[in-house]
């Protein structure tokens, strides 16, 4: 594919690129997508399938998802579509569901741009197309695509920096990276997953405008996170992220090593390319535990109990500084130190029986097995043992048991009052 489209732009321009000389077929494009584009010009409206779904298929990629673009307004499109509704304050889209499954959706957008023009012998569709693609942030997402005539639009030259495997922002850098500094995210996650070259040059804008990103809202961090953890090679962007200094502003508990989180992670990119689900809270468990059980051991050293060392030693990690980290993953992160340091107490026939019917047990014993500091081996050994055994077991296991040593409070001594001469 990426041949065809490197010959094709030797002698082709790539304004229009009909489908004989283009390799998407329909079955590459999302069913609910096309009927989407074919029922807005149906009624008269420009739409296109425009964006990452274009650019992976050209890569010879799966799309994960689909997005369209069209000259219709969004109530116009809501009115079109019954299962639909209009989201977003600063940049409204429609979302428009297939069925009645709320979590399958297409998002349309209505085209937008700058006010220069470009005209061309398709006249207004040159300029509604280059308009929508100047206001893009990378050249291979400015790719349009209508599924109904198969024919690609390309005004910003994108289907041949897919074909040289480069990626290009749009705009000069001074003004497209601190219009969105989330956009630096973006570049290195689509450099790093699709294996995409940067120049020199935008590695050091890149960098230089990487402070920006503290002033950037928690949520669209916390969605980049998330798609960076289901790229499937989360570990080699956030490895990026080190490289171009992007932790010391966003996530400052990734600027030492942090070898049991690139482990947790790397696992997570397995699971995530065999279809298998993720937990977030249990990456990110990963992220600040070591932070977490040098104040915890510590703590314990001083013959404190596991439970009240683990609440000081949450207490005192600065989580907040980590802009990227919803506290919603967090909240799930501190159930699961919590339900270490449970599982290190002096267990009981009650206690063991509470912790093993948590919902979050397995992935404490996964997390017990992985910890690789003091104890964590044992922890993990005992309780499995202890889950697989029968009652007779169990028993003798819980007889035998270490007892947690605690610090005693010392008792206030009592002064007494001498007697009156």
């Not at 289907?159 to 969105?180: Q, S, V």
């Not at 002033?215 to 570990?235: C, F, M, P, W």
């Not at 699971?271 to 990456?283: A, C, D, K």
């Not at 040098?294 to 683990?310: D, G, K, T, Y």
Request: with cysteine.
């Amino acid at each position: 594919m990426i041949e065809v489209i490197r010959k094709l732009f030797s002698r082709y321009r790539g304004v229009e690129i009909p489908a004989e000389q283009h390799r998407i077929r329909d079955r590459d494009i999302s069913e609910h997508a096309y009927d989407i584009v074919e029922r807005l010009q149906q009624h008269g409206f420009v739409a296109y399938i425009v964006g990452g779904a274009v650019r992976d298929i050209l890569l010879g990629c799966h799309p994960t998802d689909f997005d369209v673009t069209t000259d219709a307004s969004l109530q116009q499109v809501r009115r079109l579509f019954r299962r639909s509704r209009i989201i977003g304050k600063r940049y409204p889209i429609v979302h428009v569901y297939k069925g009645g499954k709320m979590n399958d959706f297409i998002e349309v957008s209505t085209f937008s741009g700058e006010d220069e023009k470009k005209t061309g012998k398709t006249g207004k569709a040159v300029d509604l197309h280059y308009q929508d693609a100047n206001r893009r942030d990378f050249t291979v997402n400015g790719i349009f695509y209508n599924p109904i005539n198969k024919t690609i639009y390309d005004y910003v030259g994108g289907a041949k920096d897919i074909a040289e495997k480069k990626l290009r922002i749009i705009k000069p850098a001074k003004i497209h990276l601190p219009e969105d500094p989330v956009r630096i995210l973006r570049a290195l996650r689509l450099s790093t997953k699709l294996g995409l070259y940067i120049s020199s040059k935008l590695e050091k804008e890149l960098m230089h405008y990487a402070p920006l990103l503290v002033n950037t809202s928690s949520g669209r961090l916390a969605d980049e996170i998330q798609k960076v953890l289901t790229s499937g090679a989360g570990a080699r962007i956030l490895q990026q992220w080190q490289q171009f200094g992007i932790c010391e502003h966003i996530l400052p508990a990734l600027k030492e090593e942090n070898s049991l989180f690139f482990s947790v992670l790397a696992e997570s990119d397995r699971r995530y390319t065999e279809g298998r689900p993720l937990s977030f809270s249990y990456i990110f468990a990963a992220l600040f535990w070591p932070q977490i059980a040098s104040h915890w051991h510590a703590l314990r050293a001083e013959n404190i109990s596991p439970m009240q060392a683990m609440e000081q030693a949450i207490a005192e990690i600065p989580f907040k500084e980590n802009y990227i980290v919803t506290q919603r993953y967090m909240a799930s992160a501190k159930d699961l130190y919590f339900l270490q340091a449970q599982m290190e107490n002096t267990p009981t026939p009650k206690r063991a029986h509470n912790i093993i019917n948590k919902k979050m047990f397995d992935r404490a014993l996964a997390f017990a097995a992985i910890r690789q500091d003091s104890g964590a081996a044992q922890t993990a050994s005992w309780w499995s043992q202890f889950v697989q055994g029968g009652q007779e077991e169990r028993d003798l296991m819980l007889q035998n048991a270490p007892r947690n040593k605690r610090k005693r409070r010392q008792r206030k001594d009592k002064t007494t009052t001498p007697p009156p001469a």
